[in-house]
């Protein structure tokens, strides 16, 4: 998604360019990543000749709040202190997210 939003619209063979350097994804795996996305309606194809164009559907905001709410429900049980818990325990936060955790804590407890 990143790729379409930064330049579009884009043939799976631009998509795929663009993402093999940053991911070493094959390209039948772009595609099929394409296509459910396409699926998923976060995209759109335009024919052109023989192959398509491809463009978000989704503004980023719009994406990464559906798919951010997506994982906590499936693993976390939709709570996000699991989640800090999870990263935490593994050695994943630095000491600039911890800073970062607590000022938005402060934040959340002016609020309150």
Not at 17 to 34: I, M, Q, Y
Not at 43 to 58: D, F, I
Request: charged share 25%.
């Amino acid at each position: 998604m990143q790729v379409l939003w930064e330049r579009h619209p884009l043939s799976a063979e631009e998509v795929f360019a663009a993402l093999s350097a940053r991911s070493g994804w094959a390209e039948p795996t772009v595609k099929t990543l394409l296509n459910r996305l396409l699926n998923k309606g976060a995209v759109s194809a335009q024919k052109q000749g023989r192959r398509y164009l491809y463009s978000p559907c989704v503004e980023r905001t719009q994406w990464v709040a559906q798919q951010s709410e997506g994982l906590l429900d499936r693993l976390f049980g939709g709570r996000v202190a699991p989640l800090v818990a999870h990263f935490s325990e593994r050695g994943k936060l630095s000491a600039q997210d911890i800073a970062e955790l607590k000022r938005l804590v402060r934040e959340l407890d002016d609020e309150g």
